[in-house]
């Protein structure tokens, strides 16, 4: 096999990691109908406030703390916001609009329980069906990126943008880094609405 098949085929396969990481995230957005979004060009970014962690103390883990992963998700955004034409304003000049982001990182439950306590019948995990009802929980833990967009006079919030996936302990530093490049991504390929 020659090298450029062979960088080809690893290309695919690194292509083809992201797309998996990335359909994992949901992302849902919001915006005001009555903003103007094609006078938008230039940004400023507000501080990161605090990530809000939702967990015991020993269960923190430093690869999830702002400080390792503010560069990354400005990077991310900025490279997003540039090739859509916007750019970061002179320290000088006023912007168009401030972009500010939230990370929460915190510990959920999915409950089932089929006919456990009145014994009814679903249609599925029934006698019926040749099974026993079931109960099961499942712990996840999940993170959710916040980004909003706020006037250049910063009094109003006109988009927000909500990325939200299962975090992933086991992922190296590299996969964890292409998952949130790619939830940024996902989440940035709706702004600015459109009209």
Known sequence: MSGSVRRLMVGVAVAAAVVTLAADVKVKTDHDKQADFTL????????????????????????FEREALDAPIRASADNVLRAKK?????????PDFFIVYYVTVGVGMNAEVLGEHYGYLTGWG?????????????VIEHG????DV??????TAIWRGTATGAVDR?????????????????LLAKFPPKR
């Open 126 to 138: 029934s006698p019926l069906m040749g099974t026993t009802a079931t109960q099961s929980v499942r």
């Open 150 to 155: 706020l006037r250049g006079d910063r009094t």
């Open 170 to 186: 086991t992922r190296s530093g590299e996969q964890r880094l292409r998952a949130l490049d790619g939830a940024v991504k996902k």
């Open 40 to 63: 938008l060009r230039t940004y400023t970014w507000l501080p990161t406030p605090p990530f809000t962690m939702n967990m015991a103390p020993e269960a923190r883990d430093e690869r």
């Open 86 to 94: 916007f750019t970061v304003a002179e320290p000088s000049a006023a």
């Open 144 to 147: 959710t990126l916040v980004m």
